[in-house]
């Protein structure tokens, strides 16, 4: 059985910075590429990070030089480090890797 189970949201004043992370199980981990989402209210869900199989990593241009995505094979464990956050940060955050989806963290970015 898969499970992803994130941790980390809550809530966070702009310029801040919070981490999120999601420990994966029942997957060969270190074979996977694993990815961060977020849907924010009324909006659709959007790829925020991935990060595949051997470190390469990708960013949405809207989060790119203040986020970064990282990952521990050995606590099979995906991390993703917000820094200078926005507002418009503000979501649900889910992490994925293939079918595969976690229940999402909240993160909330108070002006």
């Known amino acids: 059985q898969v499970q992803l189970v994130e941790s980390g949201g809550g809530l966070v004043q702009a310029g801040g910075s919070s981490r999120l992370s999601c420990a994966v199980s029942?997957?060969?981990?270190?074979?996977?590429?694993l990815s961060w989402y977020r849907q924010a209210p009324g909006k659709q869900r959007e790829l925020v990070a991935t990060?595949?199989?051997?470190?390469?990593?990708n960013y949405a241009d809207s989060v790119k030089g203040r986020f970064t995505i990282s990952r521990d094979n050995a606590k099979n464990t995906v991390y993703l480090q917000m820094n200078s956050l926005k507002p418009e940060d503000t979501a649900v955050y889910y992490c994925?890797?293939?079918?595969?989806w976690g229940q999402g963290t909240l993160v909330t970015v108070s002006s």
């Open positions: 994925r890797t293939d079918i595969f």
């Open positions: 029942g997957i060969i981990f270190s074979m996977a590429s």
């Open positions: 990060i595949a199989r051997f470190g390469v990593t």
